[in-house]
């Protein structure tokens, strides 16, 4: 009965749009849609999204793995350089980018659709202007992390290899903006074709340039940076020559325009930039703060918990695609709705994914204690290993954790929708480094010394309590005047 009853009323719902399915979730009041067709719906469109942010974040692994081969020293140069590079460059791109899910696809949803494109040029012009102090960073970076290290050698491999990815960053910027431009449409797949070509060719630049041509670190850092290029390139060429329905969305080149009314998409940019930098860092932060972890109650440290916790981190890391995708649905879907004025529609989809992430999140913790087991009977050559007793001890808090991540996830995404990304990036902020972060360090390497038992807890209990307090502001929130705010950005925008 659940499954066929309506989800929305008929003057409200939206469905499927385009025989082909290319543009999943546009907005048809007129339609009627059940719990069914939703669940199917945004099933299909995460799906290509989890693909997609994989194959990305797949990009720093194929790095690590081919350095891995040339020595150790190369490889821990380039851990520090990638590390650097997620901090100080992809994490602040990435959550400015994600004003888009906000601004296009509430435009959209408007019926503004030439507007979506404007938001986009400027977009891309903003984050090539931030990329300019990031990119001084970099070119400054072996000064700088010779500073911050003791081994100057390795400052010095790490900031080569940030300095040639400097090379990738205008493909990564302009990827980033067209796979949105194309999300806020209900295109989730065209994105995954261009990563599905440029991942192999990735790996063989990576064969040439490494060891065939002997580049070591600078090689590496350079298939990494022209396989983003590419990426860029091939998303243009595939949005010009196979999807001519996006078309409508592009206002062509508007040089004066585009230099317009910044203020909208800066004020939802800032702190979309705050939560992903703050949440990337604290992950940053913990991973390096699990070297001080004492192994087996003996010794300072011992490399025991830091292989144990780099174990931990990927399964983690590898599982949160899963929300973290279907929150990017759920953000251009809601966005639609707020941008059509739908207020009623937008909370009843909004009940919807509220169950969705929750059966999500049960999935995930699954997934996260057979992942982890599986790494760390493959990852580790001895069957009775320490990393092994430490990983298979810590997977049912790292399991626990997936839940309220999950959590987390569902209410980002439709803060995204409703333009009040601020509250998650400040609220993130503020919990991660004032109850989640604290706690898991005391809980990791003070008093009570429970080492990544008490590392995992701390980062749990904070995300529960960042879970809760959203869901409480989301619940105070006025919806209608999310639609007034839309329609006023709209105006100054166009």
């Known amino acids: 009965m659940l499954e066929t009853s309506p989800l929305l009323e008929p003057d409200r719902a939206w469905s499927e749009h385009g025989d082909d399915g290319s543009n999943g979730g546009i907005i048809h009041p007129e339609q009627d849609t059940t719990w069914k067709t939703e669940t199917r719906i945004m099933i299909a469109n ?21 350095v891995g081969h040339i020595g150790e020293d190369e490889l821990a140069a380039v851990s520090l350089g990638v590390t650097t590079m997620n901090i100080v460059g992809f994490a602040i791109f990435e959550g400015i980018a994600t004003s888009l899910d906000t601004l296009c696809a509430q435009a959209f949803g408007s019926g503004n659709l030439k507007v979506v494109g404007l938001h986009v040029q400027r977009m891309i012009l903003l984050l090539l202007l931030v990329a300019c102090p990031v990119g001084m960073l970099w070119l400054c970076s072996p000064w700088i992390l010779a500073r911050m290290i003791p081994q100057p050698q390795l400052a010095i491999v790490a900031g080569t290899f940030l300095r040639t990815s400097l090379i990738g960053v205008p493909g990564y910027v302009v990827f980033e903006a067209g796979k949105r431009f194309l999300q806020s449409q209900g295109n989730f797949t065209a994105s995954l074709v261009v990563l599905l ?26 298939a990494a940076a022209l396989s983003n290029d590419l990426r860029a390139i091939l998303l243009i060429l595939y949005i010009a020559l196979y999807l001519p329905d996006t078309h409508q969305c592009w206002p062509g080149l508007l040089p004066k325009t585009i230099l317009q009314n910044w203020m909208p998409m800066i004020r939802l940019s800032v702190p979309g930039a705050v939560m992903t930098l703050g949440e ?5 932060l913990l991973n390096f ?36 995708s279907g929150s990017v649905v759920a953000s251009t879907k809601i966005g639609h709705l707020i941008g059509r004025g739908s207020v009623d529609a937008a909370k009843t989809i909004s009940k919807f994914y509220a169950t969705f992430f929750s059966g999500t999140a049960l999935f ?25 007793d430490l990983v298979m001890g810590t997977l049912p808090l790292v399991a626990v954790f997936q839940i309220f991540d999950a959590a987390v996830c569902c209410i980002h995404g439709i803060m995204r929708g409703l333009g009040r990304q601020a509250i998650g990036g400040w609220a ?13 360090l005391v809980l990791s390497l003070g008093p009570p010394m429970l080492g990544l038992v008490g590392l995992w807890s701390g980062l749990s209990i904070g995300m529960a309590v960042l879970a809760s307090v959203q869901a409480i502001v989301l619940g105070i929130i006025d919806w209608e005047k999310c639609v007034l705010d839309a329609r006023k950005r709209e105006e100054r925008c166009d």
């Open 46 to 66: 995460t799906v290509p999204l989890v693909l997609t942010y994989l194959l990305q974040y797949f990009y720093s692994l194929i790095i690590v793995l081919v």
């Open 197 to 222: 070509i440029c991942t192999p060719i990735n790996l063989v630049l990576n064969w040439v340039l490494v060891f065939k041509l002997d580049l070591g670190v600078t090689g590496s850092a350079l």
């Open 280 to 284: 990337w860092f604290a992950f940053e």
């Open 289 to 324: 703060s699990a070297a001080y972890i004492k192994a087996g109650g003996s010794a300072f440290t011992g490399s025991g918990p830091l292989a144990a916790q780099a174990i931990l981190s990927t399964t983690s890391v590898l599982v949160w695609h899963i929300p973290f």
């Open 364 to 388: 995930d913790m699954i997934l996260a204690l057979t992942a982890g087991s599986l790494i760390a009977r493959f990852g580790t050559a001895d069957p009775s290993s320490e990393v092994r």
């Open 428 to 440: 993130t902020f503020a919990v991660n480094y004032c109850i989640g972060v604290p706690l898991a």
